[in-house]
């Protein structure tokens, strides 16, 4: 994959732009994977919500953004959104015993 500035066509852009969302999906579904491991160390919604991890990740990873010149309040809302949705599949997890 060419750099960016390398790129002498839209289609050149749009390829590496679609190998970097398939990367990104594919971490995050190799996330999924931990995130649903690790219900075998909770046994309740209190756990799984863990608010004080939940708030330290948000901070840190709007400060990983700022670090690479994103915007952090947009970092803070995917992360929100998928958080939430790794939240619900843990507790889908812990209603049927692990």
Do not use: H
């Not at 919604?45 to 330290?56: G, H, I, L, N, T």
């Amino acid at each position: 994959m060419k750099n960016p500035e390398d790129c002498t066509s839209i289609t050149e852009i749009r390829e590496g732009i679609d190998l970097i969302d398939k990367q990104l999906i594919e971490l995050i579904g190799k996330r999924f994977q931990y995130v649903k491991e690790i219900v075998k160390f909770k046994s309740n919604k209190e756990d799984v919500e863990a608010k004080p991890r939940y708030e330290e990740v948000l901070r840190v990873r709007k400060q990983w953004a700022a670090e690479q010149n994103l915007n952090p309040d947009i970092i803070e809302t995917i992360y929100k959104t998928m958080i939430q949705y790794f939240i619900e599949e843990q507790l889908n997890i812990l209603k049927k015993g692990n």
